[in-house]
């Protein structure tokens, strides 16, 4: 049985599928792009810690790589990037947000992304069962499109995971003013570049987030 029969029998309740299938499609593109044995060096060596998840938007170590470089040039066209990383053992949906330029993935250990569609977000809410899983596999890069709500990845083992995450200059950096009583998008934004909402039972939530998912707080049940 291969990993995403086996990640659908152990969560009934989500549909999950590859970055490989057609349902991918809406949400984004494998990249045609050579990942050469610089990168994936400095890649491997970035530490996955033993609870939570870490993240660091800019490691001048990924970013000099060739790799890197191509994907700035191919997608971003050229414009100015951080390469960064999100490594972890997270597993809950917890929050979803959204940039209005692309995002690339790429992971050593395989991890799941729990995306929705722009269309289902109406005014701030959206129900998770519209939430789709996407198993990416190791040493495959993909582009997830502008405008697609996304979060952290999950694990699918007890070893956690490691994602590359590659965004324009200064997003996820502290924005000059949060204000979730304001009214429309504004309310969501939450740091430069990324507007944001969470689950009420979420550690975003605790934090101040505006609480926008409602229905279950999705857990990934892992397979090994």
């Known amino acids: 049985m291969d990993i995403v029969s086996r990640l659908r029998e152990k969560n009934p309740g989500l549909e999950i599928f590859s970055v490989f299938d057609p349902a991918f499609e809406a949400y984004g593109r494998v990249l045609d792009a050579a990942v050469d044995g610089d990168f994936s060096v400095r890649f491997a060596a970035l530490p996955i810690p033993e609870e939570g998840n870490r993240y660091e938007a800019s490691v001048p170590e990924l970013e000099q790589t060739d790799f890197v470089k191509s994907i700035r040039h191919g997608v971003f066209g050229d414009m100015d990037i951080e390469a960064g990383y999100c ?44 939430v789709k899983g996407f198993y990416l596999p190791p040493f495959v890069p993909v582009e997830i499109f502008p405008m697609i709500l996304h979060f952290a990845p999950c694990r699918t083992g007890a070893d956690g995971f490691n994602c590359l995450v590659v965004l324009e200059r200064g997003v996820n950096s502290p924005a000059e003013k949060v204000d979730t009583s304001a009214c429309g998008e504004e309310k969501l934004l939450w740091m430069r570049g990324k507007w944001m909402i969470c689950h009420a039972d979420s550690p975003q939530a605790r934090l101040g987030a505006y609480v926008g998912i409602f229905g279950e707080n999705l857990t990934l049940n892992t397979v090994s």
Do not use: I
């Open 87 to 130: 490594n972890g053992r997270g597993h809950k949906l917890n929050a979803l947000e959204y940039h209005k330029g692309s995002e690339v993935n790429y992971s050593a250990t395989g991890l799941v992304l729990l995306l929705a569609l722009p269309g289902q977000l109406h005014d701030g809410r959206l129900n998770s069962a519209e």
